[in-house]
């Protein structure tokens, strides 16, 4: 049973225009929820993460929104650059023992 | 934040033998994990790697599949054994630090079985 989703598998964006990556969780339990950026032939890179009793988290370019009533979470990336051309991870842990569960990734494509 | 290195990066084993996939952190971290990324999909957890006991392992991955070690605090080591062509993914490890809930990834070891 898939508790993280990423319903968009591919997400296409203008270089300067903001990325809006989205992500649902069906487990009420979820405590905290992360982010990571995959490139090919690479592990994926830790970007940013939210605690449950926040709404929103800033880092740099990369804004995490949390609505909690609705189990959504989203990330902004303002202005979106070439080098964000890569599958982003949404993850979420319970505290169970640190184990976190991902979405299926959304493939973001950056052009110029 | 910690480094993870993995090896091998890659290799491609025959139907029937075992491939031992080596994981080594750079610093002291509480918790070790593997996952594994079938082709086109997400992560998934395959067991949690305690220091000086038996790993935790979830549902649908069992010891005899993957055995895992982990000597140390900054060590271990996943087999695959009597591997077959649906095995062939990518083998990530990963770790936490004290403290901390995100995960630090290794690059990965990909595996193809003929």
């Known amino acids: 049973d898939q508790q993280v989703k990423q319903n968009s598998p591919s997400l296409s964006v203008q270089e300067g225009r903001i990325s809006i990556l989205n992500c649902d969780y069906t487990n009420s339990m979820f405590d905290y929820f992360l982010w990571y950026k995959k490139y090919p032939a690479e592990g994926p890179t830790f970007l940013i993460s939210i605690s449950s009793i926040k709404d929103k988290n800033e880092d740099g370019r990369f804004t995490v929104f949390l609505n909690k009533s609705a189990k959504h979470l989203s990330l902004h990336i303002v202005p979106s650059q070439p080098g964000d051309s890569a599958v982003y991870f949404c993850?979420?842990?319970?505290?169970?023992?640190?184990?976190?569960?991902f979405g299926a990734g959304t493939q973001v494509v950056v052009t110029p | 934040s910690a480094v993870i290195s993995q090896k091998p990066s890659r290799d491609i084993c025959q139907r029937g033998t075992s491939l031992t996939i080596q994981c080594q952190v750079d610093?002291?971290?509480?918790?070790m994990f593997w996952y594994r990324q079938q082709p086109g999909q997400s992560l998934t957890l395959i067991a949690t790697a305690n220091q000086g006991s038996e790993a935790t392992y979830e549902s649908g991955f069992v010891i005899d599949k993957f055995p895992i070690s982990r000597p140390n605090l900054t060590f271990s080591t996943l087999t695959v054994s009597n591997m077959s062509p649906e095995d062939s993914s990518i083998y990530l490890c990963?770790?936490?630090?004290?403290?901390?809930?995100?995960?630090?990834f290794g690059p990965g070891t990909r595996l193809t079985v003929t």
């Open positions: 993850a979420a842990s319970d505290g169970n023992w640190g184990k976190l569960q």
């Open positions: 610093s002291q971290v509480t918790m």
């Open positions: 990963s770790a936490r630090l004290a403290g901390g809930v995100e995960q630090y």
